[in-house]
DNA sequence: TAATAGAACGAACGATCGTGCTATTATCCA
DNA sequence: TGGATAATAGCACGATCGTTCGTTCTATTA
């Protein structure tokens, strides 16, 4: 849209061939490989940069591959940026959501947030909370990429209200209790732990937002579920 | 830094002239309404494309203004990019800290989450919280233009705490509590609000936002105190 | 062995970036 | 009124942006 490209690119390479069946370990073609590696610092790099300030051809080079090569995986700037997301997603969902699947209720709901909260602490992302970064960088830019955005973070916010909403049914959080509001606190403290500790380097951000966090948790819930 | 510059500019323009002492009303150099044309829309700007995506050449284009020109009132464009956090922070203390200035303790405390939840509200800024993106975006870069945004958002937090230490200090707010923390977590909320009504395009993000900070504010005040 | 497909490369494109020089215009004081 | 000074415009620069093209290398398949 910024170049006035003749004819559109991307027509090959739609999307990502991660075909859930028939998947033998290693006899795929090479080039997915080199994929995974692209993402992996395509990743990194953003969380650092901005999905924008991510460049192709700094990639390439810090790769030490071609910039024209390194393109041919994707087909666009968009495209990259989308496969970035969604790595960055699946980054996540291995930290923060499948270690902590098997919990129901508020045992889940308090596994998310532990499990967020040291995602953040450990870096997982160089640049901190890859989302975060990336929603407040493309709130304003309308697009595939800021939708996907959007899902990733609505569907996150569904799991800690329907966490709640289970220990709600279960007993464990008070029936008076909002528990979309109640996720949406959880998500703006976690948030602002992660942005004190980028902005101001303050290695007791997030112990801070776990306390907030805890406390609020604890509000909650009914009284013999109270203190874990 | 990125561009090879043989010799550094910005010698001159060192900073806004905003000198304190004998400020007559009108009697100025004319450039200085010019440069404050270009900062409110520059400021606009990189409320919604972020202070990297301000360009010159663009912001130079929408106000019919040579680049050259432009730049000339600056100097380089980390020189930009510091007038425009210094002009986005005129905007907020305008709105936000002065029409509350005047109360003391507790009642200040409110009165400054009043205010910046309707700064939020009704979009000062078009692209949301000036603060909340450019901190975000530039807690990974070092230089002068983070060190303003730092200093400045310490800046902010300080006044939270100051406020509900004197409101500490005059019995409104319980002895135990940590101001520090209490700070924290309203900044926390605040922050999420906004972050909520720019990615969701919530409307009642702010709704939301506001009734924690509320009710979290209510929970450490005194008996006496509580309810307003 | 020949044919084919995928992966990576080098070179180049038009555009735009930030920046620097030089000339022209507007403004203000003598 | 003229001359100094500040403000703006014009033009060009090197670099880098995303993107395209044609080619080469490699590996699988016929």
Redesign the interface.
């Known amino acids: 849209m910024k170049n006035g490209s003749p004819q559109s690119a991307a027509t090959r390479h739609s999307h990502r061939p991660a075909s859930p069946a028939a998947q033998q370990p290693s006899r795929r073609p090479r080039g997915l490989k080199t994929r995974r590696t692209i993402l992996r610092k395509a990743v990194n790099i953003a969380s650092?940069?901005?999905l924008?300030?991510l460049t192709i051809g700094r990639l390439a080079t810090t790769l030490r591959i071609s910039k024209s090569g390194l393109f041919a995986h994707f087909g666009s700037k968009e495209d990259l940026q989308c496969a970035v997301v969604d790595e960055a997603r699946d980054i996540f969902v291995e930290k923060v959501i499948r270690p902590a699947w098997h919990f129901k209720g508020l045992r889940l709901l308090r596994a998310l947030c532990e499990n967020w909260l040291s995602y953040g602490e450990q870096k997982v992302f160089p640049?901190?909370c890859f989302f975060?970064?990336a929603?407040?960088?493309f709130?304003?830019?309308p697009g595939p990429v800021r939708d996907r955005?959007?899902g990733l973070?609505?569907k996150w916010l569904g799991n800690l209200e329907h966490a709640a909403r289970d220990a709600q049914a279960a007993g464990e959080i008070r029936e008076d209790v909002d528990v979309h509001?109640l996720a949406?606190?959880i998500?703006?403290?976690a948030?602002?732990?992660n942005?004190?500790s980028?902005?101001?380097r303050d290695p007791a951000a997030f112990r801070?937002?776990q306390?907030?966090i805890l406390r609020r948790i604890d509000q909650v819930t009914t009284t013999e579920q109270s203190r874990k």
Chains 1, 2 share one sequence.
């Open positions: 650092l940069e901005g924008e300030g640049g901190g975060s970064a929603s407040l960088e709130d304003d830019r955005i959007v973070m609505k509001q949406f606190e998500q703006a403290l948030m602002g732990g942005w004190s980028r902005l101001f801070s937002a306390a907030a």
